[in-house]
């Protein structure tokens, strides 16, 4: 049974570019959420997709935007990169209706220059 | 809004306890408890929900006090695998659906040999 899977692992960028990071949720799951992890901080929520449609948001600007596919995974797109936005980003998928805990993938580590 | 863990950092010997709080300014629904080590993505231990029991397997077990907003999370006999950072993941409402989840602050745990 896959795990949640993300990808690239690693990826470098320089300010003002774009970047999309992708994930494929835990087999039978049917939600996804987005997290950025900066250095020695906890997770922050980014947004929340349940049948392609974006269910919750998080205090994040509308440089970020994501989309799910009707096979459950996900992309994040971050438009005009600042510095900032280099950070850990943690995709987590779970079950919307059952009382149950995020299972999270191995995140992608984004460098902004 | 973020729950408060405490303490912040704690080296243990091998074979020592540990207690970690977390501490939240909102009503709960479930206290989600997960352990980080350096690099990685986020594990999960246990989820505590509103109205339930203590939950525990192996050496690590947690409560949660719905009066207080508080749970805590206990590792026995500490391992040298044990070391990582602590973190609690919060839904403050469910509303029957799964919700984003708000991490506290972190507790950087050390077992040393």
């Known amino acids: 049974d896959a795990g949640v899977t993300q990808s690239p692992t690693h990826l470098i960028k320089t300010r003002g570019q774009q970047v999309t990071l992708r994930c494929s949720p835990k087999?039978?799951?049917?939600?996804v959420s987005w997290y950025q992890q900066a250095l020695g901080q906890g997770p922050q929520f980014i947004f929340q997709?349940?049948?392609?449609?974006?269910?919750q948001r998080g205090n994040f600007p509308d440089r970020f935007s994501g989309h799910q596919f009707p096979n459950y995974s996900s992309e994040l797109n971050v438009n005009a990169l600042l510095l900032g936005d280099s950070a850990l980003y943690l995709c987590?998928?779970?079950?919307?209706?059952?009382?149950?805990?995020?299972?999270f993938g191995p995140g992608t580590r984004l460098l902004v220059l | 809004q973020q729950p408060v863990q405490s303490p912040q950092a704690v080296i243990l010997r091998e074979g020592e306890d540990a207690v970690i709080n977390c501490s939240s300014s909102k009503a709960l629904y479930s206290v989600h408890w997960y352990r980080q080590k350096h690099g990685e993505a986020p594990v999960f231990l246990m989820i505590?929900?509103?109205?339930?029991e203590q939950k525990g397997h192996d050496k690590i077990s947690a409560s949660f006090n719905e009066k207080k907003q508080q749970s805590s999370l206990y590792l026995t006999a500490s391992q040298l695998s044990y070391s990582g950072t602590y973190f609690c993941?919060?839904?403050?409402?469910?509303?029957?659906?799964?919700?984003?989840?708000?991490f506290g602050t972190g507790t950087l745990l050390a077992v040393q040999p």
């Open positions: 505590l929900l509103k109205g339930g």
């Open positions: 997709y349940y049948e392609e449609e974006e269910r």
């Open positions: 993941g919060t839904e403050i409402l469910r509303g029957g659906a799964t919700n984003k989840l708000i």
């Open positions: 087999s039978g799951h049917d939600t």
């Open positions: 987590a998928s779970s079950l919307l209706l059952v009382q149950e805990t995020q299972y």
